[in-house]
């Protein structure tokens, strides 16, 4: 009568084990990642003496914006990434993501705003406030967008 208690849990976790087998294994489309296609792409170049910023923008169809950011500028290493983010009236509030120069132990990610005016897109300068490692404008202080280095201008996209 001892060993009773001790034979139905070892009977009771063969049987799960055995219904765990006969499982079929689940279709990959709940693994895969849905990869949504660009319904417009826009490049643009930033020129402001020796620097140069290149973007290309790509609009989705849930109005998200993604893209490739790289900035050259004068006597810094260069910063490839990538920018996310979506328009609220003209200006897109993006997230900057990328690394500097050759090192890409660390990611550094950086919070944007672009005024958009015609075919220009103007980088705002902010206050930026870091909290437990996430860096973001601070709300209620306003973005300049007039006191700039950098307008965008469209370009014509290349492919590398």
Known sequence: ?????????????IGLQGCK?????????ATKVQIEKPISVQCYKALYEKDTLELKMNTLKSGKITGDMV??????PKKVGKIAGEF????????????QGTYDKITYKNPMAFLKRG???IVGNGKIETT????YFVKGEPIDFERVKY???TVDCVDK
Request: aromatic share 10%; proline share 4%.
């Open 1 to 13: 009568m001892k060993n009773l208690p001790l034979s139905c849990v070892l009977l009771a976790f």
């Open 21 to 29: 087998k006969n499982e079929t294994p689940k279709s990959g489309e």
């Open 71 to 76: 900035m050259k500028i004068l006597d810094m």
């Open 88 to 99: 609220r009236g003209d200006t897109l509030f993006a997230s900057y993501t990328f690394i």
């Open 119 to 121: 075919n220009e897109l």
């Open 132 to 135: 437990m490692g996430a860096s």
């Open 151 to 153: 307008k965008f201008t």
